[in-house]
């Protein structure tokens, strides 16, 4: 009987099921959803039921990717992705000039290849807001989530590099720490990385920007883009939205 038991668990391995291989460009680590299901990360490799599957590839401040695959008994099935930023604002509507040309209004979905940018966002009421952003060949983080400050404020603008270690401020080393507190509590997500639940407080996050989403269901999520400076608490206390019930 055992050995039935084994040889029919052979079987079905190697009869039933096939290899799906997952890779990204663009992001690195990007989360893998098989059929609704979190199966893991860029580059993923698992055996899987033969047929056909929903896939769905995505991270934070990416525009995900979603198709419909077969996957084959003898023949590994592989799927190859290239996720665009999203340029994303708070309020969104915000027109977007990059070099100098207008290219749309957020939240908009762009395929931006290694180079140097000049990005600006300019919405009637609020601040013209703008950085510089160095995009490398292998990109792991999204670019800043913008929040525009009302008409009349300090004008702010950023340097950032994006790179395979994350949105850094160049020639800044070193941590600083974060305090997050909101109404009501919420869950806490870093660059798409779940950390906690407010209030929260993290020690020892290296210097530079992060893309924060607080999360809450039966409310409105809460992006924004913070900056941890070197040995600096960094408070951050918001108040989310219900959703609307129309």
Do not use: C
């Not at 290239?82 to 000039?97: E, Y």
């Not at 919405?123 to 990109?139: D, L, M």
């Not at 702010?156 to 974060?178: A, C, Q, R, Y």
Request: charged letters at 25%; a positive charge.
């Amino acid at each position: 009987m055992t050995i039935l038991i084994i040889i029919s668990a052979i079987l079905y391995y190697y009869v039933f099921t096939g290899v799906i291989v997952v890779s990204s460009s663009r992001p690195l680590e990007a989360i893998v959803e098989i059929d609704g299901f979190k199966s893991g990360n860029t580059p993923f490799k698992e055996r899987i039921r033969v047929g056909k599957h929903n896939i769905k590839v995505y991270k934070e401040g990416f525009e995900p990717w979603e198709g419909k695959i077969t996957v084959k008994r003898f023949s590994p099935t592989t799927v190859t992705v290239k996720l665009r930023f999203l340029l994303q604002s708070d309020p969104t509507g915000a027109s977007i000039k990059i070099n100098g040309k207008e290219v749309g209004v957020t939240d908009l979905a762009m395929d931006l290849p290694a180079g140097f940018y000049n990005i600006e966002f300019k919405k009637s009421g609020y601040q013209v807001a703008r950085f510089k952003a160095t995009i490398p060949p292998n990109v792991s983080q999204p670019l800043p989530f913008v929040k525009l400050e009302k008409a009349g404020s300090r004008p702010k603008e950023e340097i950032i590099v994006i790179g395979e270690g994350g949105v850094i401020e160049p020639e800044i080393s070193g941590d600083g720490s974060l305090q997050i507190t909101s109404t009501p509590d919420a869950q806490v997500f870093i660059d798409g990385y779940h950390r906690g639940e407010t209030p929260l407080t993290i020690k020892k996050i290296p210097v530079g920007s992060y893309v924060l989403k607080l999360s809450k269901e039966g409310y409105k999520d809460l992006r924004q883009t913070i900056y941890i400076k070197k040995d600096e608490v960094t408070k951050v206390a918001v108040e989310l939205k219900p959703e609307s019930t129309e």
